[in-house]
């Protein structure tokens, strides 16, 4: 990191936006060179002057006129001055001495910690929460936090259980604070296999990371809790508590008191009475096997797991039948069984325990969340959508609750909705990558394509190591026809993580290269990989099918087929499915049922650009060049790109014909 990037991350420290903004990251970097940014104190007026003028120096455009080290920013913010060069032998570019990276970031820690110091308290609690754009609905909170997962030393039998209760409590309990934002179990979990603090709060979009370990056995336990911050690198508190496994619901209320009392949070009167309000059971042995499942639930996501989880939490309910949480426990167990197996019976079951659940006790976040997935999985969106908003109201400052609630509105056909929902998640925590790259999957469905490319380009740039940034900026691409960008993104996914998405899209790139026999190569893999998917199978039949391979195709074909119609016993209202059956049918030329399912199709998501596009290509498979043409010019119009359909080898018998040259004009959308 160079003084030019302190100056960035000093500039959304105190004013909550970035010093530059541009649709694309050429033109953001061309405005870092040409232009000076808007002074913190036209936005923070109450920003101390010479605070101003060290972030304005650190962002001077000729380097020679910046701090020529931390130490000399450290200097100016610890005496309360700016100074300036003035002389000629201070006009003097610096020598090219390099330094290593880690020794850099080590000193701009410390910066941070004088640059916090010297504002004040009010001024720090502002500092992350300053609203942007149409977000400004939802309060940024103040501190960002990831729970990492607890670990246990000793016997697994008794600590694993203990560990995962200390960590789930204290995240549970976080959430009930209005100025606190917590990362998601989930993100929480995969941040915490990284190496260093910083890339774990990277990963997490975290400034705070608690941690902490399990040791002892039955009879006595010690738990060793810790608080690290980000920034500054370094521990800020850590602290031992002893008890025994029985009194383990009171042992994780003194850890979370004492956690609480060393965060920069006031709590309300209503906030402390939530806090310390009833436990989800008061059965020590129903809480004790409860938290074997979602131990369980934090392994391998394999049917095993899931299903010694799912006894686990019947356990808990047989010491105590009042226990909500075990309901939602056996309902997310259940659906993650039914994507497992496609087997209708878990998504039953699902539902049966999540609306149990609800009717015990309707205060949880947990129950909410719960029962809108279910609903959502088994095309109930309008009930999904009730569900996952009454989430957000319980907890507005989780993430994860209002990018249920977008997802919801996406699969509804609620396109405005949808993005309005990620965005409020990108306001709740912008520093978390899945926020941004939730967003940008919705527009990439929506076809605002440019829209979607910049917020993968902030994917990577928040966590460069990630597939998923690379995989969707490379899908973005390959929508607006820059192939060979494209291929480059998903072969530098493929570096990272060989994940079967990847795979499929890198072989549509290949196709539309016409290179089919590679093309081919990456489809199979991603069906290896996963092999009920039913968009993989499709893909690989239409690999074989470009190859000139028509009987594998065809037989391909019927693979997708069956496994489409399976999904659509659950959920009968699934547009994107539909559509995509839709063109199984028509490439295996059975026009009637492609047509049926498209006109299903369409009925339920009238604004889709892509489904519009799929019906060009139905229609220009089954010979209808005419309402192929019509199809293809109402969706340029609704954003799809020219570039996206000039490519597709199934538009080949268009190209000749005069119309497909005209839809290139700005009337026709491109």
């Known amino acids: 990191m160079d003084i030019y990037a302190l100056g960035l991350i000093f500039y959304e ?103 916090l110091a010297v504002l004040t308290p009010a001024m720090r609690r502002s500092m992350f929460a300053r609203p942007t754009g149409a977000s400004s609905a939802v309060a940024v909170p103040v501190s960002r936090i ?51 603090l910083q890339e774990i709060g990277r990963d997490a979009g975290a400034a705070f990371i608690v941690s902490g370990s399990v040791q002892g056995g039955a009879d006595r336990l010690r738990v060793t809790a810790n608080l690290d911050d980000v920034a500054a690198n370094k521990r800020i508190w850590s602290q031992e508590f002893t008890g025994v496994a029985a009194d383990l619901l009171t042992l994780e209320d003194r850890v979370y008191e004492a956690l609480v009392g060393h965060l920069n949070v006031t709590r309300s009167t209503a906030e402390l ?34 299903k010694a989880a799912i006894a686990a939490y019947e356990e808990a309910l047989e010491k105590d039948s009042r226990f909500a949480l075990a309901y939602t426990g056996i309902a997310d167990s259940s659906l993650r069984m039914y994507r497992a197996t496609k087997d209708n019976q878990w998504l039953q079951r699902a539902l049966s325990a999540a609306q149990q659940g609800q009717s015990i006790d309707e205060s949880l976040v947990e129950v909410h969340a719960s029962l809108g997935n279910v609903y959502q999985a088994t095309g109930r969106t309008a009930e999904a959508i009730v569900e996952l908003t009454r989430a957000t109201e319980l907890a507005p400052n989780s993430d994860d609750a209002y990018r249920r609630l977008g997802r919801a509105y996406l699969t509804s056909g609620h396109g405005d909705e949808a993005i309005e929902a990620y965005k409020k998640a990108l306001a709740v925590n912008q520093y978390h990558w899945i926020n941004s790259n939730s967003l940008g999957a919705a527009y990439l469905q929506l076809g605002r394509y440019d829209a979607a490319v910049k917020s993968f380009q902030k994917v990577i740039e928040l966590a460069p190591d990630n597939v998923n940034g690379y995989n969707d900026l490379g899908a973005a691409y390959l929508r607006t026809g820059r192939s060979d960008e494209a291929i480059g993104a998903f072969k530098k996914a493929l570096t990272l993580q060989p994940i079967p998405n990847t795979y499929t899209n890198l072989g549509i790139a290949y196709a539309n290269a016409e290179r089919f026999p590679e093309a081919v190569g990456m489809f199979e893999k991603a069906v290896e990989l996963q092999p009920n998917a039913e968009v993989f199978v499709g893909n690989l039949g239409d690999g074989y099918r470009w190859a000139g391979q028509r009987d594998k195709a065809n037989s391909t074909y019927d693979r997708a087929i069956a496994l489409a119609l399976k999904a659509l016993q659950v ?92 839809l290139r004009t700005p009337t026709a959308g491109s």
């Open 273 to 306: 009475s939530r806090t310390v309000a009833a436990h989800p059971t008061e059965n020590i042995d129903a809480y004790s096997a409860y938290l074997r499942g979602r131990r369980a639930m934090r392994g391998e996501q394999d049917v095993t797991n899931v």
């Open 146 to 196: 990831a729970v990492l997962p607890f670990t246990a030393t000793g016997d697994q039998a008794v600590l694993g259980p203990a560990a995962a209760g200390l960590d789930e409590s204290l995240a549970s309990k976080l959430f009930a604070l209005k100025n606190v934002a917590v990362a998601s179990p989930a993100a929480a979990d995969r941040a915490s296999r990284k190496g260093s």
């Open 13 to 115: 420290m105190v004013t909550g936006i970035p010093a530059f903004e541009a649709p694309t990251l050429l033109e953001l970097i061309m405005k870092r060179v040409r232009e000076a940014p808007k002074r913190p104190r036209d936005t923070v007026p109450e920003l101390p002057e010479y605070v101003d003028r060290i972030i304005m120096r650190c962002l001077e455009r000729n380097p020679a006129v910046r701090y020529r080290s931390a130490h000399e920013v450290e200097n100016d913010l610890a005496q309360s001055r700016s100074t300036v060069i003035m002389t000629p032998e201070d006009l003097a570019p610096p020598s090219p001495v390099r330094r290593p990276r880690w020794r850099m970031a080590a000193l701009t820690a410390g910066v941070v910690v004088i640059l």
């Open 571 to 662: 959920n009968s209202r699934d547009a994107g499915t539909k559509g995509n059956l839709a063109l199984y049918y028509a490439k295996k030329g059975d026009g009637p049922a492609a047509r049926r399912f498209m006109t299903d199709a369409r009925a339920i998501d009238k604004a889709s650009a892509d489904l519009l596009y799929y019906e060009a290509v139905m229609s220009a498979l089954l010979h209808d060049t005419d309402r192929a043409f019509l199809d293809l010019t109402q969706a340029l119009k609704r954003g799809l790109p020219f570039s996206s359909i000039a490519t597709d080898p199934d538009l080949r018998p268009l190209r000749a014909d005069p119309r497909f040259a005209a």
